[in-house]
């Protein structure tokens, strides 16, 4: 079988496990989800070790004190949380009357930050189930839009769009950049929120700046649209604190520093955004994405030369 067989079948599986999770999800109590999700969280560990490998080096380089035995415990609980999100977000957006587990401390934050009336980046990371923060924001009466890169699987992808719609949050798609770009400042415009993501590995497109100690390639779009749009910058996220708990953390505005180079000014904005998500990392290891090479990409040579370009 063909490289293209196999991921065309791989989809098909992927595309009839999502339909029939779903609907199994509509018909079965949450507790039932997260059993499941707790069974299928533990298998994946066991069975996928390049994934598990990948994990275990990431816990290696953000935390090198930690024994061996303190990572895999780590390790296979972020397997099964993530498998329990996965289920929880679909049982959730069958039950939108069940959103009342979810909180909002901060909210406050996020108001004043509206009221400037030029919208609101919403920075956060891949932490907690993420997805549900856009989702319980739009039911509480939010205009929000969550920048996401578009599937490889179209009919997953369109249907995933549809459930995100249909719970009142709309999508915009990470490339074309030039749309997505136009999307973005469409809704800042509209004072409307748009919650991006500076947590995963940006190849040669960003900055370089310490996480967990060592260089990552970090995004700087939150960065540039906030300056270029003169919208707010509001760091926020989404952890769980119990059994069908959740609660987001709406922080206040984290002001731009400025400075006469634009250069230094994204450099050293993306240094306190990431500083901010490492935080959260530090509190909820088990609910952050380990098995994404997060330091993979590193400065070539030439750029290790030129200012502002890699943090110091």
Known sequence: MSSELKKNF?????????????????????????????????????????????????????????????????????????????????????????????????????????????????????????????????????????????????????????????????????????????????????NEIVIMQMDQNFGSGGVWVKFFGKIAATPVGPITLGLRTGAKLVPAYIYREGFSLHRIKVYPEEPLIETENKDETILKNTITFSRIIQSWIEKYPEQWGWIHRRWKSQPPKHLSNLQFKVEA
Not at 26 to 39: A, Q, V
Not at 100 to 127: C, P
Not at 133 to 143: I, R, T, W
Request: proline share 3%; with cysteine; hydrophobic share 45%.
């Open 10 to 190: 791989a989809r098909r599986i992927a595309w009839f496990f999502l339909r029939t999770f779903t609907v199994i999800n509509g018909s079965f109590s949450l507790k039932w989800s997260y059993t499941l999700g707790n069974l299928l969280g533990s298998s994946a560990c066991s069975v996928l070790p390049p994934q598990r490998k990948i994990a275990m080096e990431s816990l290696g380089i953000a935390f090198p004190g930690k024994t061996i035995k303190e990572r895999k415990k780590i390790t296979r609980g972020f397997f099964v949380f993530m498998a329990q999100s996965a289920f929880e977000l679909l049982y959730f957006l069958r039950h939108m009357d069940k959103l009342g587990s979810v909180t909002i401390e901060g909210r406050e934050n996020l108001d004043k930050a509206l009221k400037a009336g030029k919208g609101v980046i919403l920075v956060t990371a891949h932490i907690g189930n993420f997805p549900l923060m856009s989702v319980k924001l739009a039911n509480e009466g939010y205009k929000v839009n969550f920048v996401t890169r578009p599937m490889r699987d179209e009919k997953a992808g369109d249907y995933l769009f549809n459930l995100r719609e249909n719970a009142g949050v709309k999508s915009i798609f990470s490339y074309p950049k030039k749309e997505c770009i136009s999307g973005i400042v469409k809704a800042l415009r509209n």
